[in-house]
């Protein structure tokens, strides 16, 4: 079993910074796929940006790949998303997800191809 909790959400002023993070407990596998996904109110859960645990390779929709970061911390089963240049589209709940098994090109941007969820934390970016 995967458990996912996230942290570092908060209000922020376009063009400043935030931090999230997300750790897992349980077991990870060598196709261990980490994601973090958001969801505007009134909208549908998107796709942000996703990490390969073996390779550490990343993938980032085109709206925030010049502006967030994802990595594994050094120490730990936790990884991060810095978030750079924000702006007020970038404001909606935050979700942590996991897989477990290995996704194509196609299902690591897709909800459908996560089993783990994490709460979910609030990010605002006020004008």
């Known amino acids: 079993q995967v458990q996912l909790v996230e942290s570092g959400g908060g209000v922020v002023q376009a063009g400043g910074s935030l931090r999230l993070s997300c750790e897992v407990s349980?077991?990870?596998?060598?196709?261990?796929?980490m994601s973090w996904f958001r969801q505007a109110p009134g909208k549908e859960r998107e796709f942000v940006a996703a990490?390969?645990?073996?390779?550490?390779?990343?993938v980032y929709r085109d709206s925030v790949k010049d502006r967030f970061t994802f990595a594994r911390d050094d120490a730990g089963n936790s990884a991060f998303l810095q978030m750079n240049r924000l702006e007020p589209d970038d404001t909606a709940v935050y979700y942590c997800?996991?897989?477990?098994?290995?996704?194509?090109?196609?299902?690591?941007?897709?909800?459908?191809?996560?089993?783990?969820w994490g709460q979910g934390t609030q990010v605002t970016v006020s004008t």
């Open positions: 990490l390969r645990w073996d390779s550490g390779s990343t």
């Open positions: 997800a996991a897989s477990i098994v290995r996704l194509n090109s196609a299902l690591i941007r897709a909800t459908r191809g996560y089993n783990y």
């Open positions: 349980g077991r990870t596998f060598s196709s261990f796929v």
